[in-house]
Structure formats: structure tokens, C-alpha cells
């Protein structure tokens, strides 16, 4: 799918590394109309791991969570350029992930699965 703009790489794997059947869902959105219909299917459900899919570049959201709630995953959203060096990178390890992608650079941010560390509150 690279093409003048470059592309995005979404990957979404188990921490430990084991391949898994039904693993997460996901929603990838883009707010720039005329890019949605290069995005589809946009609403992946029970989907294995390990994943990969290229995007088109451009405005584009990718949410990803777990289907179960407990599996670990390790989300990694890649943007390359044109001749396929590596622009921008980011990385979630959270049970719902969230990468905003943009001709500015990559956001991510999610919440942590149940029992996780992080999601401890603050005293």
C-alpha cells in the first residue's frame, strides 16, 4: 500500500510472544473523509495475534484493545516516508491503546488492563 505520502505500519502482538486467536479489536478512524474508505475494513474484531496491516499516510486514529481484558498486548504504530524510512514511531504496552497519527507526529496514549501497576491511583 506505500505510495507517495508513505505508510503506516500497525502491529499488535502478545508481551510474551505466544500467538493467539481472538486476541483484540480495533477501530481505525481517519478525519480526513476521502482517506475512510482506504482504511477499511475499519472495525476489526477478534482478531489474532501476531497482526500486521499497512495504512495509507495521513490523519488517522487507531484504537486497540484487548478482547479479554487480561491478555498483555505490545500495539507499535510505524509511519514511513515515501522511500520507507522509519518518520515517526510509538508504542503502547497498555491493554487499550490509543495512537493519533499526524503529518505532526505520533500520540499514544491508552489505560492499563485490570491488576496492572499502572493503573494504581495516586495518594
Known sequence: MSDAEGKI????????GNARTSAFDALILSTDRSLQPRLSPSRL???PIPF???????????IVRTTDGTTALVSDCDV???DGKR???????????????????IMVT??????????????
Do not use: H, I, Q, W
Open 9 to 16: 505500519l500497525l502491529r499488535v502482538r502478545s508481551a510474551d
Open 80 to 82: 514511513l516516508g515515501p
Open 52 to 62: 500486521e496491516r499497512e495504512l495509507p499516510a495521513g490523519d488517522v486514529t487507531v
Open 110 to 123: 491508552g489505560l492499563p488492563g485490570p491488576g496492572s501497576d499502572s493503573g494504581a491511583s495516586a495518594s
Open 45 to 47: 474484531t477478534g482478531m
Open 87 to 105: 518518520k515517526v514511531y510509538g508504542r503502547s504496552s497498555n491493554n487499550l491503546a490509543v495512537f493519533v497519527c499526524s503529518e505532526g507526529g
